[in-house]
């Protein structure tokens, strides 16, 4: 078991699922931290059961915001080397966060992101979703400058020294994007790592919309041309 990384959850009415979910990741890393994101049903209940850091915002804040407490808690903990952030509904693999955290330690880079679209076939990924993703993704190479394939995937690996200063200011699902204009201001090293996402029915039914991931890039374009 790993100590020297950290695994930071978002969760947000996550009930049937999380307590398998982060059962899983505490097998395989010592420091899990579940920031548990205005909650209405027994999500809370079901982290604390499996024993992992369990922070609670009173109210929904958005992904972004419970990623930057989750984070922030991080900064408390001593011996941590990364920090990893997963989703709690089921569809990560730890396989590729093992395989992200080697090509980080390998190549000394700043950020390793995952990819759905490099080297292997996205699994079951609706139709829609997809050609979705590729213009959010051709939208935010252009606004970025950096040239990923994909932009938009939860799972990433950051160093300690970039979490230390990460702040994210997006406290929806808008932060995906600013986390990518985070890395291209500063300049911080990245690769890219295949994984595979496992959709599901039940991932599937609490996705985003395709309304909201035009809002989404609305809003980035917005941040960038009001600096």
Same mark, same amino acid.
């Given at each position: ?8 959850? %978002? ?46 915002? %009173? ?62 076939? %996205? ?34 690996v950051f160093t300690r020294r970039v979490a230390d200063a990460l702040q994210i200011?997006m406290p929806d699902m808008a932060h995906a994007s600013e986390i990518v204009d ?11 790592? %295949? ?32 600096r």
């Amino acid at each position: 078991m790993r100590s020297d990384v950290a695994v930071v959850i %978002p969760v947000h009415n996550e009930e049937q699922v999380v307590e398998q979910v982060v059962r899983a990741v505490r097998a395989e890393y010592e420091n899990v931290i579940c920031v548990n994101d205005g909650s209405t049903d027994g999500s809370a209940a079901a982290v604390a059961r499996t024993g992992a850091f369990l922070i609670n915002h %009173p109210i929904n804040m958005g992904q972004g915001a419970a990623l930057q407490t989750g984070i922030e808690f991080v900064r408390t903990l001593p011996g941590i080397r990364y920090v990893v952030t997963f989703d709690a509904d089921g569809q990560h693999r730890l396989v590729d966060v093992a395989r992200m955290l080697a090509e980080i330690e390998a190549s000394g880079v700043d950020v390793v992101l995952g990819s759905r679209f490099l080297d292997e076939q %996205p699994s079951a990924m609706p139709t829609a979703k997809r050609w979705v993703l590729k213009l959010a993704i051709a939208f935010s190479n252009l606004v970025s400058g950096l040239r990923l394939t994909d932009t938009h995937n939860g799972l990433r690996v950051f160093t300690r020294r970039v979490a230390d200063a990460l702040q994210i200011t997006m406290p929806d699902m808008a932060h995906a994007s600013e986390i990518v204009d985070i890395i291209a201001t500063h300049h911080y090293s990245y690769r890219e790592v %295949p994984v595979q996402i496992a959709y599901t029915e039940y991932s599937l039914a609490k996705g985003q919309s395709i309304t909201n991931a035009v809002n989404i890039a609305f809003d980035t374009l917005l941040r960038k041309v009001s600096r």
